[in-house]
T-cell receptor
Framework: AQSVAQPEDQVNVAEGNPLTVKCTYSVSGNPYLFWYVQYPNRGLQFLLKYITGDNLVKGSYGFEAEFNKSQTSFHLKKPSALVSDSALYFCAVRDHDYKLSFGAGTTVTVRA | ETGVTQSPTHLIKTRGQQVTLRCSSQSGHNTVSWYQQALGQGPQFIFQYYREEENGRGNFPPRFSGLQFPNYSSELNVNALELDDSALYLC?????????????FGQGTRLTVV
């Protein structure tokens, strides 16, 4: 079975500092990896995806993610965090049945 | 906004009752998936519909059932509600072009079972 893990329940950073949210994956075959963000009492918003090609993927709202095959990681990054980036972030992997398997989520808090 | 709409946004049901949740998919999308997100957890896959047929199911009992209509909108039905069914139910639509296509989610329906 394909799965992802998010080792950190919470990440706290100061506004303007770099933000990293970690994700590791376990798949058989080619990984299709996604990041979503969830604001309170809202659905999930798509941020970015890795399918193939460049290991650095750029997405919405200034986010990017680095795919590392040797470390089986797909960490989400933002060079300069904003207070408005405070939210719940989910890493997900899509399998051959097209279902998404999500991590447990990481709560990001950006302090002013 | 993703173009995926769910109704209702909130509802409260009593244990043992039945509930129907609705989802309108994004224009051009022919695949709808449903997820259950319990408090403090990541979403869990319930099932997926493609062209009105169920083509994938997660680890949920048969009292969770669904439909997809010719316009690709969808319903999630839950019978004999249990307290543990209290959760945010998310609908996602996508185009069945391959596993690399992203899914777009609605805002969810918050179900509380008392």
């Amino acid at each position: 079975a394909q799965s992802v893990a998010q080792p950190e329940d919470q990440v706290n950073v100061a506004e303007g500092n770099p933000l990293t949210v970690k994700c590791t994956y376990s798949v058989s075959g080619n990984p299709y990896l996604f990041w979503y963000v969830q604001y309170p009492n809202r659905g999930l918003q798509f941020l970015l995806k890795y399918i193939t090609g460049d290991n650095l993927v750029k997405g919405s709202y200034g986010f990017e993610a680095e795919f590392n095959k040797s470390q089986t990681s797909f960490h989400l990054k933002k060079p300069s965090a904003l207070v408005s980036d405070s939210a719940l972030y989910f890493c997900a992997v899509r399998d051959h049945d097209y279902k998404l398997s999500f991590g447990a989520g990481t709560t990001v808090t950006v302090r002013a | 906004e993703t173009g995926v709409t769910q109704s209702p946004t909130h509802l409260i049901k009593t244990r043992g009752q039945q509930v129907t949740l609705r989802c309108s998919s994004q224009s051009g999308h022919n695949t709808v998936s449903w997820y259950q997100q319990a408090l403090g957890q990541g979403p869990q896959f319930i099932f997926q519909y493609y062209r009105e047929e169920e083509n994938g199911r997660g680890n949920f009992p048969p009292r969770f059932s669904g439909l997809q209509f010719p316009n690709y909108s969808s319903e999630l039905n839950v019978n004999a509600l249990e307290l543990d069914d209290s959760a945010l139910y998310l609908c996602a639509s996508s185009s069945y072009r391959g596993a690399n296509t992203e899914a777009f989610f609605g805002q969810g329906t918050r179900l509380t079972v008392v």
